[in-house]
């Protein structure tokens, strides 16, 4: 990082570092070998051997931010007096933590989002949306599960619209303001949000797991009292098809 009076350090590993090395990666890409015959067609002679030589800058190596337990809990504790003070930023953190959404879904993110799945449960659907100016970033669509009965009945009671309405900047408020009230328990810059979508994942994993343990429980139970040999008859035969725990 240059300061006033500093000198440009390459030698030494920086976190801007590895967002600099990803836009060389992408100018690059455009001189690819693979479009050495296309360029060639258009009369554009270009040296390929040399011109995919790139001295990266040395990296930090990426890590996942650690949020210790209390750290956690001190969010947690938090979250009244934001949602008091600042909704719009309670329900990008919200949502973040119990729909794990990305910043850039969260700040398009609308009321018409917002579906019921078969069994239920209130969820938002991301697909491409090109009225709303939004592209989903993997090309695929996917719905996300609230697991928060709080985030829930907030959500209905907005207003059709932007579920996030800001005034200002959005790119600002999503980029900046909602990372600098979360580093005060999530370490890394410019991470909390994207590490909130992270403990989102690992508590629908770790729900997950229990709802399999319990059903295969369950299962066992049924067979025991059925008398069977083995759960295959006790679920074929038996038992209900299993659904989802979400």
């Not at 001190?74 to 934001?82: F, H, K, T």
């Not at 932007?162 to 005060?184: A, E």
Request: charged share 25%; proline share 5%.
């Amino acid at each position: 990082k240059v300061r006033q009076g500093g000198k440009l350090d390459l030698s030494t590993r920086q976190h801007q570092n590895r967002g600099i090395n990803s836009a060389i990666r992408m100018a690059v890409s455009i001189f690819h070998t693979g479009l050495h015959q296309g360029y060639e067609r258009a009369g554009i002679g270009l040296n390929f051997e040399t011109i995919q030589k790139v001295q990266w800058l040395p990296e930090i190596p990426a890590s996942l931010a650690v949020l210790e337990k209390d750290a956690e809990q001190a969010m947690y504790d938090a979250l009244p007096a934001l949602k008091e003070l600042d909704r719009p930023m309670w329900r990008a953190v919200m949502i973040a933590r119990y729909s794990g959404l990305r910043a850039k879904e969260i700040k398009f993110s609308a009321k018409d989002w917002l579906e019921r799945s078969p069994s239920g449960i209130l969820q938002i659907r991301i697909i491409d949306r090109p009225d709303q100016k939004f592209w989903n970033k993997t090309g695929r669509g996917w719905v996300a599960p609230i697991i928060s009965a709080e985030l829930e009945e907030d959500l209905l009671a907005c207003p059709d619209g932007l579920l996030v309405p800001v005034t200002g900047s959005r790119d600002w408020f999503f980029s900046h303001l909602c990372n600098d009230w979360l580093r005060k328990f999530i370490p890394l810059p410019n991470k909390g949000l994207h590490r909130l979508r992270a403990l989102y994942l690992e508590h629908l994993k770790d729900a997950t797991a229990l709802a399999v343990k319990a059903e295969l429980a369950g299962i066992e139970a049924a067979r025991q009292a059925a008398g069977h040999t083995t759960s295959r008859t006790t679920t074929t035969h038996y038992l209900p098809q299993s659904t989802s725990p979400l």
